[in-house]
């Protein structure tokens, strides 16, 4: 072979493995964002997000509870990881009870997979786990939640961090919609009951039958010993894996945000806003957003605020967004009326915090 058929070679082995331009599908998957929150105790009582971005508890009808931490440094190349630890043990399992770890990613950003047509592409998902305590065995699915469909494979994890590695075949079944929801979901089982492991694991493209999905896995909630450890979680568009793709942390942040904004004290009378004051009780603050956000938030405060020259905040509520400009209504003791102007700060307090939640 020439040099210049090596080099064309070369090329076209690079392409085909998608090495150029942004490869990771997953968001947070390095776990470099955490908006909300580094560690929180107690968990399993409810499903949603609790910790890293992007990252969601979904768990239902077991007595087993967790902590949800922020590893540093593990595994090598990477600032930072994901770890569950069992703090109270559920050996006796009800039916359906369920704990797992999951993203779910916008229809919009999966049109490449070419998901139903006869040419549709595989995907190879990587990520680096270890455990420690007597649970080894835990599955991961890829779950088509426009079409009802789903692909599992089980794993034993060690003690020691390995990056594992899953081929997912094109399914020519079931397009993806072209839209800003939930299309496909990426779960890690660590606790199922027999609704979800009775039957046989569903290890090519199917329609959705809840027994198979997570066959032959154990248990975190076995034993208050049990911790499961994860970090650098890459999709990508290949039949085989490449190198994680890092990307900065501004730019990990920005696609974050689309999903989560916080915006949070840095100490006692922080500004967050200009506002409008309407009225002897109510104001209007606008929030120029980082980046235009999925939907329409869910908007919350955590402490105390005020206005400055205006008066103390007691209520708030989403009243519109344009692009990334958001408008925000606050109601209390607002002196101001006729539109005088107004700053909406924390009152005397540096742990108070405003958040914008459209997550999927």
Known sequence: MTKAAELAKMGEVITNSQIGGRRNIIKNGNFQCWQRSTSETGLGASAGYFTADRWRISTGNSAGRFTMNRTAGDPDGFNYGLVINCTTADTSIAANETMLIQQKIEGQDLQQLKKGTSSAEPVTISFYAKIVGSATDFAVTLYDSDNSRFISKLFTFTTDWVRYYWTVPGDTTGTLDQDANSSLQLWFWLHAGSDHTSGTLQTSWGSDTNANRAVGIDSIYSSTDNEFYLAGVQMEVSSQATNFEHRSFGEELALCQRYLV????????????????????????????????????????????????????????????????????????????????GVLRNNNDADASLTFDAEL
């Open 262 to 341: 916080k915006f949070t004290s840095t100490g006692v009378y922080q500004d967050f806003a200009l506002v409008s004051c309407y009225s002897t009780n109510a104001g209007r603050a606008i929030f120029d957003m980082p980046t235009d956000m999925r939907a329409n938030p869910t908007f919350s405060t955590s402490g105390a605020f005020q206005i400055l020259g205006g008066g103390t905040v007691t209520g708030s509520s989403f009243v519109s967004r344009h692009g990334n400009v958001i408008s925000i209504n606050l109601t209390g003791s607002i002196s101001g009326t006729n539109a005088p102007c």
